[in-house]
């Protein structure tokens, strides 16, 4: 669970290399091949990140917090997770209809490697969305648990006198490296 802070929120790298999606600047950018190269690598290096984020997702989804997660922490956390969320829809779904439409007939409007470009780009799009609407559930959950079952222990109330002495004695035969300790 240490990772949760560590994972980076940020957009894709291939959204900020698309910039602006309108199809006359969109289809402009994917003719011209150094902007479709800059474009391929930063595909690439979204989809290294998205699968290396995914399989920290799947291996910590069903574990539970750490004992020693402020659950303050992790209730803000999960707010933050579901703004991301909804920022991430709000941006990613018109860039995902535009390539979409990029990808519309006629098919030979661009070459089979752009064509392959945009449903990668695509999948990178959509395969962030469920990341971030599934790590959202996963700290909601975290969040929800830990509100809901906080671990305080209480004490019975007592009747009577309390016996220290014998309380002592029984506390020094119970933990002998306590008893050590205080000896020296």
């Keep these: 669970m240490r990772g949760i802070a560590a994972l980076s929120l940020?957009?894709?790298?291939?959204?900020?290399?698309?910039?602006?999606?309108?199809p006359g600047q969109l289809e402009r950018r994917l003719r011209d091949r150094i902007e479709l190269e800059r474009l391929r690598k930063e595909t690439e290096n979204d989809l290294a990140q998205l699968k290396n984020s995914?399989?920290?997702?799947?291996?910590?989804f069903e574990q539970s917090a750490p004992d020693d997660l402020d659950p303050d922490w992790l209730a803000e956390a999960a707010e933050q997770a579901q703004?991301?969320?909804?920022e991430a829809a709000a941006h990613f779904r018109p860039v995902v209809a535009a390539l979409k439409t990029a990808l519309e007939p006629p098919e030979d409007?661009?070459?089979a490697n752009v064509q392959q470009l945009l449903?990668?780009?695509i999948e990178v799009?959509?395969?962030?969305?469920?990341f971030y609407q599934r790590f959202h559930k996963m700290l909601a959950r975290l969040a929800e648990e830990r509100g809901a079952s906080p671990k305080v222990l209480r004490a019975r109330p007592l009747q009577g006198e309390v016996d220290h002495e014998a309380l002592s004695r029984e506390f020094m035969a119970r933990f002998p490296k306590i008893r050590a300790a205080l000896a020296k």
Excluded: I, N
């Design 10 to 22: 940020d957009d894709p790298g291939l959204l900020r290399a698309l910039g602006p999606t309108e």
């Design 54 to 60: 995914m399989a920290w997702l799947a291996k910590h």
């Design 83 to 86: 703004r991301k969320e909804r």
């Design 109 to 111: 409007k661009f070459e």
């Design 119 to 121: 449903r990668e780009g």
């Design 125 to 130: 799009l959509e395969g962030w969305l469920v």
